[in-house]
């Protein structure tokens, strides 16, 4: 049976939310290089990594593939894809780091890579090297991929039903 993860708050990220906050992390990382290349984490490290690749002028792309959630359930862990080397000159990318599964998964096959994402939550934090933005550990992030645009309502009235 999978384990579930209570979720109290959403956080939803727009496309430019998202593409602001994957510049931001470029400029923290554009002095710590030079990189041979990136490794993104799929399926969530792939936009963030097009984003960081393009800012760095990097051609060089990898993926490592990582199976940890199914929807909100988290589960047990497969790696369907990984890549040679430590990762030392490699910079791994993410969009977040969550419970931090993944996050030592990877830590184990590119022990020496640069692991950056663009959120974190306490429980992976410490597992990352560089990162922008700290939410808490029970707040589900909304990825523009993951969500349609539709009418949702005030968090006034949401807080008077609870």
Known sequence: MAESTPFNRAFPVSWEELHRNAKALTW?????????????????????AAIIARELEIRLIDTVCVSTYDHQNVRESVVLKGVEGDGDGWLLIDDLVDTGKTAMIVRKMLPKAHFATIYAKPAGRPLVDTFITEVSQDTWIYFPWDVEPQFSQPVAQLHRKG
């Open 28 to 48: 923290r990382l554009i002095d710590k290089g030079p990189w041979k290349g990136i490794v993104a984490i799929t399926r969530g490290g792939l936009v963030p």
